[in-house]
C-alpha cells in the first residue's frame, strides 16, 4: 500500500508539474498585462508541433528547441501588436474574448498545419524510468519540474532585482504614474507575450514526451492550468507552481484511491471550492491591484 | 519601426483570422468530397459517409476516408453501378455524437441511398435514431455490439468492424490456453471502452475468469499511472485494455515503466501501426487479436480472404503509398456492402437494406466473410480475426 501511495505522489508530481508550467506562463502574462490569455495552451500545442516538426527534418534536437520557442515568441509578439494593442484601452473582459478569439483562430491554423495525427518526441535523457523505494519516477518529471524551478527563478530576479523588472511592476501598480515617469506599458505589454509565448513553447516542447502533441492540446491543458492558476491566486507566481503541483497529486490520488471516473472532475470542483472559499487563492494576497 | 510592425503583425492577424474562417466554413461542409462525374448519361447514385476524419478518433477515420475516395474512383472509372456514376459525400464528425447526427440529417436531406458511418462506436450509435426514423440504411465500421443489438431495434443498421464479443472470445481462449484465470481490464471512458468492458465481464463469468480490478480513463489523459498501480496492487495475471491510440500507447508506455511483467493484451482498436510508433518501442510483447489484413503475409495461402486482402492492399498501398490498416478495411468492406446490395436491389432504400440483410452470405471482405442475417447485422464469426504478438514493431502471428 505505501508503494501505491508513493507511486501516486509520483505521478500526480508529473502531472502537477506539467499544469504548474502553464499556469506560470498564464500568471506571467496576467500579472504583467491584466490579461488572462487563454490563447495560452495554443502556444504550448503550437510550440510542441513546430519543434517536432523542426526535429523531423534533421537538425539537432537541441536546435529545432530554440528555434521553436523563437518562433512562438515572435508569433506572440506580433498576436499582442495585432490584436492586442488596437484594443489596449478595452475593458478586461474584452481582451480576453480577443484571446479566446485568437486561440479559436491558433486551433486552427495548427489543424490546417499539422492535421489530426498525435506526434511524439523522444524523452530527453535516456535510459528508463527510476526506481525509487518501490516507486517509478519518470526522468522526464525532472525536466519539467526543472524548467518551472528555473523559470520561477528567472521572473523572481527579474522583478526583484532589474530595473526592467522593477518597470514592470510599476506599470502594473499605476500604469499612469509609470508613464508620467516615462515607462511605456505598451512595450511590457508586448514583451509579456513574447515572454509568454516562449515560455509556452518550452513547456510543450518539456511535456511532448510524457502527453505527446496534437493540435487541439492545448484546450485541455489551459483549463487544468487556469485552475492550477486560481488555486496560486492568479496573481502569484510562486502560487502558481504550488497550484500546479497540488492539483496534479489530488489528481492523482483521486483516480488512483476512490475512482478513475473522478479525475477530470475534480479540477472544477477545486475550483469551485476555492473560488467560493479563498477567492484570493491559497497564497494570493488581498488587495492586489490589476493595471 | 512601430508602424511597420504593426502593419505586418495586423496583415499576419488577418491571413490568420480568413484561415480560421475558411476552416470555420469548411468544417460545416467539409470534406464535401463529392465525386462522381455527371457527364455520363445516367443519373448518379448518392451514398452518404459520416467519419471521423478530425478530433480524437482521426487515426481511425483517416484512412476510412481514403479508402473510400480510393473506391469510389475506381468504381466510377470502370464504369460506376450499372453506368451509373457513384456520388460519395464524406461529411467529418469532428469526433463528436452531436456533429455525427447533424452530419447524417445533412446527408438525409441530399437523398442518399445509404449512410456509411462511424469509424468509432459514440457517433455511430448518436446515428442510429435518425437513421432508424428515417428508414435509411446505415453500415457501421464501429466495434460496439451495441450498434447492432438487440436487432429488431436496429433494422436498418448494419456493420462491418468484428464486434467486441469476437474480440472478447479470441481472448478468453488465449487466456484459457495459457491458465490465466485472475485479470484486470481498463477501458476507455466512451462507447467502445464500455461495449469491450460490457461483452468481456460477461464471457469472463461464463469462462470462469475473475476480472479482480476494473479500471477507466479519459481519452485525452495524459498518464495511466495511477490505474495501473491498482492493477500492481491485485495480483492479476494479465491486463487487458480496451482502448485507442494516442491514451492505448500511453498506457503501454506506463505499464512499461511501472516493470509490470504480466501479459498485456490490447483490443483491436489498436489495430494500426500509430499505436507502435506513439509508444516509442514499448509495444513489443503486447498481444491483440487483430483483423487479417495485418499479417496477410503470415496467412496461409488457403485462406479464402487471402485474394481480397492482397488486392486491397495492392490498390491502396498504389494510391497513398503506404499500407492500408484494419479501418481502411472496415470502410472498404462497408462500401463494397452497399455497392453490391444497391447493384442487386437498384436505388430503393428498402430494397437495398432487405438485400443487405437477406443475401449477405459468404461475402469476402477485407475484415472477415460476412453472413449477415435476421439475427445478425454484423456477420462476422471468431475466425475473422487472428491473434498476434508485436516483435520488433512488427505484428507477429501467434500460432
Wanted: charged fraction near 15%; proline fraction near 4%.
Amino acid at each position: 500500500m505505501s508503494d501505491q501511495l508513493l507511486q501516486l505522489l509520483f505521478t500526480g508530481l508529473t502531472l502537477g508539474s506539467i499544469y504548474s508550467l502553464i499556469a506560470l506562463a498564464l500568471v506571467t502574462t496576467f500579472k504583467v498585462t491584466g490579461i488572462l490569455n487563454l490563447a495560452q495552451g495554443e502556444f504550448v500545442a503550437i510550440g510542441a508541433l513546430l519543434a517536432i516538426s523542426l526535429y523531423a527534418t534533421g537538425i539537432p534536437m537541441f536546435a529545432a528547441f530554440i528555434l521553436a520557442i523563437i518562433l512562438v515568441a515572435i508569433m506572440g509578439g506580433c498576436l499582442e501588436r495585432a490584436a492586442i494593442h488596437p484594443a489596449r484601452r478595452a475593458s478586461g473582459l474584452t481582451l480576453i474574448i480577443i484571446t479566446l478569439g485568437l486561440s479559436i483562430s491558433l486551433r486552427g491554423l495548427a489543424l490546417l498545419i499539422w492535421g489530426t495525427d498525435t506526434y511524439s518526441l523522444p524523452a530527453f535523457s535516456q535510459g528508463g524510468p527510476l526506481i525509487i523505494g518501490g516507486a517509478v519516477l519518470n526522468p522526464q518529471s525532472f525536466w519539467i519540474l526543472g524548467l518551472a524551478v528555473i523559470t520561477l527563478s528567472v521572473l523572481y530576479a527579474f522583478l526583484g532585482l532589474t530595473y526592467a523588472g522593477k518597470a514592470v511592476k510599476a506599470a502594473v501598480i499605476n500604469r499612469t504614474a509609470a508613464r508620467l515617469v516615462g515607462i511605456n506599458p505598451n512595450t511590457i505589454s508586448f514583451w509579456a507575450f513574447v515572454g509568454s509565448g516562449a515560455l509556452g513553447a518550452a513547456a510543450g516542447i518539456f511535456i511532448a514526451p510524457v502527453t505527446m502533441s496534437t493540435y487541439d492540446m492545448g484546450f485541455m491543458l489551459a483549463i487544468k492550468g487556469f485552475v492550477a492558476a486560481v488555486i496560486g491566486g492568479l496573481n502569484n507566481i510562486g502560487g502558481a507552481v504550488l497550484g500546479g503541483l497540488l492539483l496534479g497529486v489530488l489528481e492523482s490520488y483521486s483516480a488512483g484511491l476512490i475512482s478513475s471516473g473522478l479525475k477530470d472532475g475534480l479540477a472544477i470542483i477545486i475550483l469551485l471550492v476555492v473560488l467560493m472559499v479563498k477567492p484570493h487563492g491559497i497564497l494570493g494576497l488581498l488587495g492586489e491591484r490589476k493595471i | 519601426m512601430n508602424k511597420s510592425i504593426r502593419k505586418i503583425s495586423l496583415a499576419l492577424l488577418l491571413i490568420l483570422v480568413l484561415t480560421a474562417v475558411v476552416l470555420m466554413s469548411g468544417c460545416a461542409s467539409e470534406k464535401q468530397d463529392s465525386t462522381g462525374s455527371r457527364d455520363q448519361g445516367k443519373e448518379p447514385y448518392k451514398i452518404g459517409a459520416v467519419l471521423e476524419t478530425s478530433g480524437n478518433s482521426s487515426s481511425l477515420g483517416v484512412p476510412e476516408r481514403d479508402t473510400l475516395l480510393m473506391l469510389v474512383e475506381n468504381l466510377n472509372q470502370n464504369g460506376g453501378i450499372d453506368g451509373h456514376p457513384v456520388e460519395l459525400t464524406i461529411l467529418d464528425n469532428k469526433s463528436d455524437e452531436t456533429e455525427a447526427v447533424m452530419a447524417v440529417k445533412k446527408l438525409i436531406d441530399m437523398e442518399v441511398l445509404a449512410v456509411l458511418g462511424c469509424a468509432s462506436s459514440g457517433p455511430s450509435m448518436a446515428m442510429i435514431n435518425t437513421v432508424q426514423n428515417e428508414k435509411v440504411p446505415m453500415v457501421s465500421m464501429a466495434a460496439a455490439s451495441s450498434i447492432v443489438e438487440p436487432v429488431n431495434e436496429r433494422q436498418w443498421v448494419f456493420k462491418t468492424a468484428q464486434s467486441d464479443i469476437v474480440t472478447v472470445k479470441n481472448i478468453i481462449a488465449y487466456l484459457q490456453g495459457q491458465g490465466l484465470t485472475k485479470v484486470a481490464f481498463l477501458y476507455m471512458n466512451n462507447a467502445y471502452g464500455d461495449g469491450g468492458k460490457v461483452a468481456f465481464t460477461a464471457a469472463a463469468k461464463e469462462s470462469g475468469i475473475e476480472v479482480v480490478t476494473e479500471e477507466k480513463f479519459e481519452a485525452s489523459d495524459n498518464d495511466m499511472t495511477p490505474q495501473l498501480t491498482k492493477v500492481k496492487a491485485s495480483g492479476a495475471q494479465a491486463a487487458i485494455v480496451w482502448a485507442i491510440p494516442p491514451s492505448a500507447s500511453i498506457i503501454t508506455k506506463n505499464f512499461r515503466d511501472l516493470g509490470l511483467s504480466i501479459p498485456l493484451i490490447h483490443s483491436h482498436g489498436v489495430g494500426n501501426q500509430k499505436f507502435i510508433e506513439l509508444a516509442q518501442g514499448t509495444a513489443d510483447g503486447v498481444i491483440l487479436p487483430i483483423g487479417k489484413l495485418a499479417v496477410v503475409s503470415q496467412i496461409p495461402d488457403s485462406d479464402p480472404q487471402k485474394e481480397v486482402l492482397e488486392s486491397y492492399i495492392a490498390d491502396y498501398q498504389a494510391k497513398y503509398n503506404t499500407p492500408p490498416n484494419s479501418f481502411g478495411g472496415y470502410a472498404s468492406d462497408a462500401f463494397n456492402l452497399v455497392v453490391n446490395a444497391i447493384e442487386k436491389a437498384g436505388p430503393d432504400r428498402i430494397a437495398i437494406r432487405d438485400e443487405l440483410e437477406k443475401n449477405t452470405s459468404g461475402f469476402i471482405g477485407v475484415s472477415g466473410v460476412f453472413n449477415i442475417s435476421p439475427q445478425d447485422h454484423n456477420g462476422l464469426d471468431v475466425d475473422s480475426m487472428v491473434l498476434v504478438q508485436i516483435e520488433g514493431d512488427q505484428w507477429k502471428l501467434i500460432d
